[in-house]
C-alpha cells in the first residue's frame, strides 16, 4: 500500500516526531488517530500532547508497538500527507494571494488557541486567533503569527465542594511543546531588547509550525532579566496594568523586532485589539530611521499596511493605560520617534474616557484606529456599535461614514467539524469541497443526504459526547474528595433521549449563563417531562477576578444537589479547546444568551453549526445575521433595554416560551423510526445556509480581498461597508 520503505526502526520514530513537531497534527485525523491508537489512555492523560506520549517509546518499543497494532502503513501515511501539505502550494494561494507572496502577512494577536496542549489562549479572541491562521495555512496564504508565550498559560479550573471555581496555574513542560529558538540572518538565537525608563526588558523568541504557518511566541524568561521579568509572560491575564502594558511591548515592540531579525519584511500588519499597537511605533521609527520620513509621514506610510481588528463592543473593554505607567515605560521610545510623552498620550486620549478624565489615560484602541487604514468589526453588528462607539473620534463624520467596517468571524472545519460529520460530507459533496468550504454551492448538497444517516450520525456523536461528560463528571467527584458512590453514580446519568442543550463560554456575566434559573418551577416542568425530557450541560471558566461570574458557576453546579435537577444539569469543568471539541460535536442545541449587543461575534455556535446542532441564540452578534427563522431558533426579537435587569426578564420570557413551543414540541415531533423529521430538516437548512458563511476559509478569504491586498500595495481606500 505504501511505497515507503521501512528502513529500521529510528526512521519510523523520527517520522513521528516529526507529525508531532507540526501543529498540523492536530486537525488532521490520520495524525491524532494514530496517536490515540498508540495507547488510549495515555493520550487522555497527557492532554492529547503527542511528544509527551512518544516520550514514553524508545524507538524500538514504538516499532513493536507499532508492529502489534499494524501502525507501520499508517504512520508512513499521514508523514507523507504532511509532508505533501508542507510542500504543496495550494491553487488558492496562486490566484489570490497576489502580492502578499514576496512579502507577507503579519498576524499579531495576545492569545493563540491551537490546541489544548498548547494553553496560550482563554477563550473566543484565542480561538479565533488559532483558527485564523489554520485556514491560512490551508488557503496558503502567506503569513506570520506573533504573540507571547505563557509558561503557566490559563489557569486549569476546579470546583470545590461549595461550587467556587479554584484556579491552578500549571508550569507547561515546554520540552513537550515543538517548540525551536527563532534564529537571526547569521544562524543565532534571537534576543530582543526593549528600553524603558526603569530599565531594559529582554525576550527571547520561540517559534513553532502550524501548518505552513510560523508562529512566534516572544518569551522573557532569558538571563538579563530581572526575576520579575522573567515571569513576565509567565501568565495570560494574570497581572496588573502594569504587567499588562509590559507585556504588550513585548508583543508589539518585541514582535516588530523579532520578524525584522528573522529578515522577514512583511507588507501588511495585522493588529488584534489594542493589546499589540505598539508595534506601528516601532515600525514609525524604523521609517523615520531607515527613510528619513518625519514622524507624521512616517504614520501615513505605516497606517496603510496596517490593519487593526476591534472585537470589543464595551468601551470599558479596551486597554487604558495610566500617563505614569505609559511615561515609565514609553519615554524612550518617544525620545527616538521625536514626540513628547504627552503628543503620545494625546495620540491614545479618548474624549470618553470612562474614568472621567481624558487627559489621564491613554487608550491603546484610540492609536489602533488612528494608526490602520483598514479597521473592522468582527460581525454586521458590531461594526454598527463600533461605529457609534467611536463616533466621537471622528466628529466631522456621520456616524455611517466611521471609519470601521466588519468581517464577520468563522471557524476552521478541520478542527471543529467531527470526523464522523466530514464523512458523512466526503460521502455527499464534490470531491475537492474540502478546498472549497467557503463556497455556497458546496453546501447545498446536504439536502441529498438521508435524513435517517444524518440523524444516526448525530446520535453517535451525542453518544460520544455523554461518555466523555460522565467520565469527566466522576473524575470532578473524586478530585473534590465526595463518596465513591457519587462518582459511580455518573456512569449513569445523561440520556441518550433527552433533548440535550449545550452552554460552554467564558462566564462574564454578559453572557448570563444563569437566564433560566429565575424561574425554577417552570424550568423543572420543562425538563423533567417522561416523554419529552430536557437535559443540560454547561461549562465555562470565570476571569479569576471575576466573583459574580464565579456566583454564576456556583450556581449552576449546586443545581445538582436540587433532586429536580440532578438528573438533568451538568456543569463539566475546565473548559477548554477539548471540552469544547466534545460539546459543539454532540449537542442537540446549543444555547447563548448575551446581553444584546454585548457579544462581538461568538464563535461556538458556528462550530455547533458544522456538527448539526441547532443555534438557539439572542439575536447578537453572528447570529444576528445568520439566522433566517429555519435555520435554527432565535431568542426574542433582536430589542434593547437601556435597563439591563428589564432586558433580562424579557429575554429569559422569550428563551422560555420558545423552547416550550417550538424547540421541545419540534425535537419530540418523531416518526416510527424515531427520526424528528423536521428537526433534520432544520439541521439541513443550518449546514446548508450556515457553514460556508461562518468557516474561517470564508473569513480570511475576505481578509485577503479588502484588506490584506488593498494593504499590501499601500493603495488606500477606506472599508466602509
Ligand atoms: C470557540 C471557543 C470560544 C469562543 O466561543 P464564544 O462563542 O465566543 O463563547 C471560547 N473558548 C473556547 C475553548 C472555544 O473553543
Redo the contacts with the bound molecule.
Keep these: 500500500m505504501n511505497a515507503l520503505p521501512s528502513t529500521g526502526t529510528p526512521l519510523l520514530y523520527d517520522k513521528c516526531v516529526e507529525i508531532a513537531s507540526n501543529l498540523w497534527w492536530s486537525w488532521n485525523p490520520e495524525a491524532v488517530n494514530l496517536f490515540r491508537d498508540l495507547d488510549p489512555v495515555r493520550w487522555r492523560k497527557l492532554d492529547h500532547n503527542p511528544i509527551a506520549l512518544l516520550k514514553e517509546f524508545t524507538p524500538e518499543l514504538l516499532e513493536a508497538k507499532a508492529t502489534e497494532l499494524a501502525l507501520h502503513s499508517r504512520i508512513h501515511y499521514a508523514y507523507r500527507l504532511l509532508k505533501q501539505y508542507e510542500n504543496e502550494k495550494p491553487q488558492w494561494a496562486r490566484t489570490h494571494c497576489g502580492v502578499l507572496s514576496a512579502m507577507p502577512v503579519a498576524y499579531f494577536s495576545l492569545e493563540f ?1 491551537v490546541h489544548e496542549s498548547l494553553p496560550i489562549y482563554s ?2 479572541l484565542g ?1 479565533l486567533a488559532g483558527d485564523h491562521i489554520k485556514s491560512a495555512s490551508n488557503l496558503g496564504v502567506p503569513l506570520v503569527a506573533v504573540g507571547l508565550f505563557y509558561s503557566q498559560g490559563y489557569f486549569k479550573q476546579h470546583l470545590d465542594k461549595n461550587g467556587w471555581q479554584q484556579e491552578e496555574y500549571i508550569n507547561t513542560k515546554v520540552e513537550n511543546l515543538p517548540l525551536t529558538q527563532a534564529l537571526d540572518k547569521d544562524g543565532k538565537p534571537i534576543q530582543i531588547e526593549i528600553e524603558t525608563n526603569t530599565g531594559v526588558l529582554y525576550a527571547k523568541v520561540r517559534q513553532l509550525k502550524v501548518g505552513r504557518v510560523r508562529l512566534l511566541l516572544l518569551d522573557t524568561d532569558v538571563e538579563g532579566n530581572s526575576p520579575e521579568d522573567r515571569e513576565l509572560t509567565a501568565r495570560l491575564y494574570g497581572g496588573d496594568n502594569r504587567t499588562r502594558l509590559r507585556q504588550e511591548m513585548v508583543a508589539g515592540i518585541g514582535g516588530v523586532r523579532a520578524l525584522v531579525a528573522m529578515g522577514l519584511t512583511p507588507s501588511v500588519w495585522h493588529l488584534n485589539e489594542g493589546h499589540c499597537v505598539f508595534a506601528t511605533l516601532e515600525l514609525v521609527r524604523r521609517r523615520m530611521e531607515y527613510e528619513g520620513f518625519s514622524f507624521e509621514d512616517a504614520c501615513i506610510r505605516i497606517a496603510e499596511h496596517t490593519v487593526f481588528t476591534t472585537h470589543t463592543p464595551v468601551p470599558a473593554g479596551h486597554d487604558r493605560f495610566h500617563y505614569n505607567l505609559m511615561k515609565e515605560h514609553l519615554e524612550p521610545m518617544c525620545r527616538k520617534l521625536g514626540i513628547s510623552i504627552d503628543y503620545l498620550m494625546e495620540l491614545g486620549r479618548d474624549p470618553h474616557d470612562p474614568s472621567g478624565d481624558p487627559n489621564g489615560n491613554f487608550c491603546s484602541t484610540v492609536l489602533g484606529l488612528k494608526m490602520a487604514r483598514h479597521v473592522n468589526a468582527v460581525s454586521a453588528l458590531h461594526g454598527r456599535v463600533s461605529r457609534r462607539m467611536w463616533k466621537h473620534l471622528f466628529p466631522e463624520k456621520k456616524e455611517h461614514e466611521v471609519p470601521i467596517g466588519h468581517i464577520t468571524n468563522g471557524v476552521h472545519l478541520d478542527s471543529w467539524c467531527a470526523d464522523q460529520m466530514k464523512q458523512l460530507y466526503d460521502r455527499s459533496f464534490e470531491r475537492d469541497w474540502l478546498h472549497r468550504i467557503g463556497e455556497p454551492g458546496i453546501w447545498q448538497e446536504i439536502y441529498k443526504v438521508d435524513p435517517g444517516v444524518l440523524w444516526e450520525t448525530h446520535l453517535l456523536l451525542k453518544n460520544m459526547l455523554i461518555t466523555f461528560a460522565r467520565r469527566r463528571l466522576a473524575r470532578q467527584i473524586r478530585f473534590r474528595g465526595e463518596s465513591e458512590t457519587e462518582a459511580e453514580s455518573m456512569r449513569t446519568v445523561l440520556r441518550p433521549d433527552a433533548l440535550t442543550i449545550g452552554f460552554a ?2 462566564f462574564a456575566t454578559y453572557k448570563r449563563a444563569t437566564i433560566l434559573f429565575g424561574d425554577p418551577d417552570r424550568l423543572a416542568k420543562m425538563l423533567c417531562s417522561e416523554e419529552r425530557p430536557v437535559q443540560l450541560i454547561f461549562a465555562g471558566k470565570a476571569h479569576p477576578a471575576d466573583v459574580p461570574g464565579k456566583d454564576f458557576i456556583r450556581e449552576i453546579s449546586n443545581m445538582r444537589h436540587d433532586p429536580r435537577f440532578s438528573e438533568h444539569i451538568f456543569f463539566v469543568e475546565d ?3 477539548n471540552v ?1 471539541r466534545h460539546m459543539v460535536h454532540g449537542v442537540d442545541v446549543w444555547l ?1 444568551t448575551p446581553r444584546r449587543p454585548l457579544e462581538a461575534s ?4 458556528q ?1 455547533a453549526v458544522l456538527n448539526g446542532a441547532l443555534n438557539l441564540s439572542i439575536l447578537d452578534g453572528w447570529w444576528a445575521e445568520a439566522y433566517d427563522g429555519e435555520n435554527g431558533f432565535a431568542i426574542g426579537k433582536g430589542t434593547l433595554h437601556a435597563d439591563a435587569g428589564i432586558q433580562f426578564q424579557q429575554d429569559a420570557e422569550y428563551l422560555y416560551s420558545v423552547l416550550e413551543n417550538e424547540v421541545i414540541p419540534l425535537y419530540f415531533d418523531q416518526d416510527a423510526h424515531g427520526i424528528p423529521r423536521r428537526w433534520v430538516q432544520r439541521m439541513m437548512n443550518s449546514i446548508a445556509s450556515l457553514a460556508w458563511r461562518f468557516s474561517a476559509d470564508r473569513m480570511v478569504a475576505d481578509y485577503v480581498r479588502e484588506s490584506y491586498l488593498p494593504s499590501a500595495g499601500g493603495m488606500s481606500c477606506e472599508t466602509i461597508r
Design positions: 488557541g477563550g473566543g480561538v463560554r467564558r473548559y477548554d479547546i469544547a447563548n461568538g464563535t461556538s455556535g462550530k
